[in-house]
T-cell receptor
Framework: GAVVSQHPSRVICKSGTSVKIECRSL??????MFWYRQFPKQSLMLMATSNEGSKATYEQGVEKDKFLINHASLTLSTLTVTSAHPEDSSFYIC??????????????FGPGTRLTVL | AQKITQTQPGMFVQEKEAVTLDCTYDTSDPSYGLFWYKQPSSGEMIFLIY??????QNATEGRYSLNFQKARKSANLVISASQLGDSAMYFC?????????FGAGTRLTVKP
């Protein structure tokens, strides 16, 4: 099946610094990638949808200036958490849709990135 | 807006028995897809099964089957012959036009 990678898998940073998370589709082209955030013992909440070559669409309540998303190619999307604070500590998961539609329109998920802001 | 409801925060099942995890959804769109994912403690989202809104038959994938009742807007997951490795969080999700939303999840614990 299609593979989506994320890097880094874990990151610890100081409050006020910025952190970049990469999401790559390894064996398929992804016109659309999604970024989710999952707090402990909660569900995945969609943060934004990014389409290759265009601006991301953010969900209500998600600050676009704080969570910068770039989808510069069909295989790479990045999420930058700017001026991170402890409340941004969470599990960030990306997913991607296969250009050809995938298996039953499946979205392929990355393994997630656990961000801890001290 | 899409709404996915999983009313069981936690479920227990004896090893080798079957278990049903409930999921209801709300949408006015006739075209949508329903998914179930398993999330073990490692955090990865593992795709289990998919049901399209126009599919006539209930989806099955090995030990997983989806009890799709369109009129009731329910898409319950049935796991047969539970195994210890099935212990995890299970999320129901609905997708419209590549927009996928998740339910709150159900934590399944399989007892030996």
């Amino acid at each position: 099946g299609a593979v989506v990678s994320q890097h880094p898998s874990r990151v610890i940073c100081k409050s006020g610094t910025s952190v970049k998370i990469e999401c790559r589709s390894l064996d398929f082209q992804a016109t659309t990638m999604f970024w989710y955030r999952q707090f402990p013992k909660q569900s995945l909440m969609l943060m934004a949808t990014s389409n290759e070559g265009s601006k991301a669409t953010y969900e209500q309540g998600v600050e676009k200036d704080k969570f910068l998303i770039n989808h510069a190619s069909l295989t790479l999307s990045t999420l930058t958490v700017t001026s991170a604070h402890p409340e941004d500590s969470s599990f960030y998961i990306c997913s991607a849709t296969d250009l050809a539609g995938g298996r039953n329109n499946e979205q392929f998920f990355g393994p997630g990135t656990r961000l801890t802001v001290l | 807006a899409q709404k996915i409801t999983q009313t069981q925060p936690g479920m227990f099942v004896q090893e080798k028995e079957a278990v049903t995890l409930d999921c209801t959804y709300d949408t006015s769109d006739p075209s949508y897809g329903l998914f179930w994912y398993k999330q073990p403690s490692s955090g990865e989202m593992i795709f289990l099964i998919y049901q399209g809104s126009y599919d006539q038959q209930n989806a099955t994938e090995g030990r997983y089957s989806l009890n799709f009742q369109k009129a009731r807007k329910s898409a319950n997951l049935v796991i047969s012959a539970s195994q210890l490795g099935d212990s995890a969080m299970y999320f129901c999700a609905m997708r419209k036009n590549y927009d996928m939303r998740f339910g709150a999840g159900t934590r399944l614990t399989v007892k030996p």
